[in-house]
């Protein structure tokens, strides 16, 4: 019984951290934009062109909120 409580904590504590990964990474994303050109709202989401500080661009679909 032991052993199963242990397993089931030890899968809780990896899937807490993959859930807490996931959730910070995209946040780093964003730390190297120069620039961003918002295009017009649309249902409620818009278009936004960030250009990065090496030069690339990328695309963004956000809501109105951001």
Do not use: C, F
């Not at 199963?4 to 807490?20: E, F, G, H, K, N």
């Amino acid at each position: 019984m032991k052993k199963i409580t242990y397993v089931l904590s030890a899968l809780v504590l990896i899937l807490a951290l993959w859930a807490v990964a996931l959730w910070v990474l995209p946040i780093g994303k964003y730390n190297n934009v120069t620039t961003e050109t918002r295009y017009g709202t649309s249902e409620g989401m818009q278009l936004v062109e960030q250009t990065m500080t090496n030069g690339e661009r990328q695309y963004v679909v956000e809501d109105a909120r951001g």
